[in-house]
T-cell receptor, first 110, second 116 residues
């Protein structure tokens, strides 16, 4: 059973701080890794994808992948109240569909 | 470009009634996914299609659920008969493929189903 684990939170950070969201996965064959943001009452929105070990930066977001340790993280710099949402981690391997974690709820306090 | 389109956005029905949810994937996407999301169970994959062919329906909870994809631009998820425990948000998503770097999934706005 392929699993993706996330701390459900809530993770509370003050405005302007760095929010760090973590995800571990069980399938060593996982090749693609994604972070989705889901606002309450809305659908998941893709914000980052990463395929290789290391860091990938996009604006205030940085995804970090460590395949040896089977974890992927998302850093949000200069957190804003508008970043308050649930963040879903997802992975897949080969020709299989994505496996999603249950998400971490982030609350940015103004 | 238009994203994934779902209809209806909200559906309220009575137990025992048939419910049909509709989805139009992003043009050019060959893979289509149906998900159900609840607070308790999170996002669950129900079924997915590649090139209009159902590949894996192991997530479909019961025989009351069925899905079709008659062409590349349309899919339906049907529940017959519906039960209160089917109440959830149902998402449709599409991607160019399920492998390589074309497997990014894009979600529709969802259908919020309430079965009374």
């Amino acid at each position: 059973q392929k699993e993706v684990e996330q701390n459900s939170g809530p993770l509370s950070v003050p405005e302007g701080a760095i929010a760090s969201l973590n995800c571990t996965y069980s399938d060593r064959g996982s090749q693609s890794f994604f972070w989705y943001r889901q606002y309450s009452g809305k659908s998941p929105e893709l914000i980052m994808s990463i395929y290789s070990n290391g860091d990938k930066e996009d604006g205030r977001f940085t995804a970090q992948l460590n395949k040896a340790s089977q974890y992927v993280s998302l850093l949000i710099r200069d957190s804003q109240p508008s970043d308050s949402a649930t963040y879903l981690c997802a992975t897949n391997s080969g020709n299989t569909p994505l496996v999603f974690g249950k998400g971490t709820r982030l609350s940015v306090i103004a | 470009d238009a994203g994934v389109i779902q209809s209806p956005r909200h559906e309220v029905t009575e137990m025992g009634q048939e419910v049909t949810l509709r989805c139009k994937p992003i043009s050019g996407h060959n893979s289509l996914f149906w998900y159900r999301q609840t607070m308790m169970r999170g996002l669950e994959l129900l079924i997915y299609f590649n090139n209009n062919v159902p590949i894996d329906d192991s997530g479909m909870p019961e025989d009351r659920f069925s899905a079709k994809m008659p062409n590349a631009s349309f899919s339906t998820l049907k529940i017959q008969p519906s039960e209160p425990r089917d109440s959830a948000v149902y998402f449709c998503a599409s991607s160019r493929s399920t492998s390589g770097k074309n497997n990014e999934q894009f979600f529709g706005p969802g259908t919020r189903l309430t079965v009374l």
